[in-house]
T-cell receptor, first 109, second 114 residues
Framework: GQNIDQPTEMTATEGAIVQINCTYQ??????LFWYQQHAGEAPTFLSY????GLEEKGRFSSFLSRSKGYSYLLLKELQMKDSASYLC??????????FGDGTTLTVKP | DTGVSQDPRHKITKRGQNVTFRCDPI?????LYWYRQTLGQGPEFLTY????????KSRLLSDRFSAERPKGSFSTLEIQRTEQGDSAMYLC????????????FGPGTRLTVL
């Protein structure tokens, strides 16, 4: 299987930096994705990692370590609109995607 | 609007009735996915198509669920003899089937089974 674990909830302050962790157990996958989902809306793509290391995309960065079964999403200069659920997902070569249950981030002023 | 569209956006039905949902992917996207999502959980994979071929189907899917993509464009998801446990958001996504398969999601169809 591809059990994916994320913290259920996190709280951070506007302007701060927050790191959302994702750990997984799997026999193989093509890439690891991060999606943002606001309440009542569909997920939107944020970032992906295929190789180990850090990928930076504006205020968002994502890191992957395949040997450790670990990824994180880093959000910088937090804004109130960043309050949302953040989903970690594994994409396999067979086309199947497995999502974690998401981390609900609340940004406070 | 060139994004993924789904119809209807909301559906309320009585237990035992059949329902059908439609998804129109981004044009030229050859992969199309169906997911189910309940409150507090991530999207749960149901099935996916590469063009018109259904290549993968979740073992969690009972025989009451069927999906088609007859011409490799739009897709339909049918649920027969609905049960209260089928109440959920049904999400459709499409992608270009690259090595990195970035999926674009539609707004979803919220199903309520009474």
């Amino acid at each position: 299987g591809q059990n994916i674990d994320q913290p259920t909830e996190m709280t951070a302050t506007e302007g701060a930096i927050v790191q959302i962790n994702c750990t997984y157990q799997t026999s193989g996958f093509n890439g690891l994705f991060w999606y943002q989902q606001h309440a009542g809306e569909a997920p939107t793509f944020l970032s992906y990692n295929v190789l180990d290391g850090l990928e930076e995309k504006g205020r968002f960065s994502s890191f992957l370590s395949r040997s450790k079964g670990y990824s994180y999403l880093l959000l910088k200069e937090l804004q109130m609109k960043d309050s949302a659920s953040y989903l970690c997902a594994l994409f396999s070569h067979a086309g199947k995607s497995t999502f974690g249950d998401g981390t609900t981030l609340t940004v406070k002023p | 609007d060139t994004g993924v569209s789904q119809d209807p956006r909301h559906k309320i039905t009585k237990r035992g009735q059949n329902v059908t949902f439609r998804c129109d992917p981004i044009s030229e996207h050859n992969r199309l996915y169906w997911y189910r999502q309940t409150l507090g959980q991530g999207p749960e994979f149901l099935t996916y198509f590469q063009n018109e071929a259904q290549l993968e189907k979740s073992r969690l899917l009972s025989d009451r669920f069927s999906a088609e993509r007859p011409k490799g464009s739009f897709s339909t998801l049918e649920i027969q003899r609905t049960e209260q446990g089928d109440s959920a958001m049904y999400l459709c996504a499409s992608s270009l089937a690259r090595v990195v398969d970035e999926q674009f999601f539609g707004p979803g169809t919220r199903l309520t089974v009474l």
